[in-house]
């Protein structure tokens, strides 16, 4: 199994650009999650869904949007970029909800200048 | 009380030592409590579940204290290969997905 997958690893945007970073997870768990941490803080939860169809927002969802067509497949689309929205993002998925351990994918470094 | 604190750290110790980090939750009603692991520029990782009462696994140690809602990690005879941030993580309760994530304790173990 190759867990949680995430495209791409790195990526600069120009203000103003838009960009979807992928996540892809094997494991047929049912809770995907996008959060983003940056430097000295704790993981910010933007949005989470339980399953194919069903998304709902974190603590930080303004800037974001999200899809779950799948159970796999879980996009983070960032329409508009903002020097605010560089962050290193990190997907992740468990099986069912808070009480399970979670799965991290390897991240995506995002920088926009 | 912020929701999930760490100590700020860093910590720095030589090989051998014994290190502790200490978590504090602002929610009694909280039900379930992780210690992630996570190496420089990677992704988080579950170094273990946290039960009512203590658990251990190999050289590491962790309790819950619901009276005073805190919780530790205790590293016994350092290895350096446990250089990492330690992240306490506590489902606050009210919500059945969401974690809360502390900012991490940076450890660093010299030989």
């Known amino acids: 199994n190759a867990g949680v997958t995430q495209t791409p690893k790195f990526r600069i945007l120009k203000i103003g650009q838009s960009m979807t970073l992928q996540c892809t997870q094997d494991m047929n768990h049912n809770y995907m999650y996008w959060y983003r941490q940056d430097p000295g803080m704790g993981l910010k939860l933007i949005y989470y869904s339980v399953g194919a169809g069903i998304t709902d927002k974190g603590e930080v969802p303004n800037g974001y949007n999200v899809s779950r067509s799948t159970t796999e497949d879980f996009p983070l689309r960032l329409e508009l970029a903002a020097p605010s929205q560089t962050s290193v993002y990190f997907c992740a998925s468990s099986r069912q909800g808070g009480s399970e351990t979670q799965y991290f994918g390897p991240g995506t470094r995002l920088l926009v200048l | 009380r912020k929701e999930v604190e760490q100590d700020p750290g860093p910590f720095n110790v030589p090989e051998g030592a014994t290190v502790a980090f200490n978590c504090t939750y602002s929610n009694s009603a909280s039900q379930s409590f992780f210690w992630y692991r996570q190496d420089c520029r990677k992704e988080p990782k579950l170094l273990m579940s946290v039960y009512s009462s203590g658990n251990e696994d190999g050289r590491f140690t962790a309790q819950l204290n619901r009276a005073s809602q805190y919780i530790s990690l205790l590293i016994r005879d350092s290895k350096l290969s446990d250089s990492a941030t330690y992240l306490c993580?506590?489902?606050?309760?009210?919500?059945?997905?969401?974690?809360?994530f502390g900012k991490g304790t940076l450890l660093t173990v010299n030989p």
């Open positions: 993580v506590v489902n606050l309760g009210g919500s059945n997905y969401k974690l809360t």
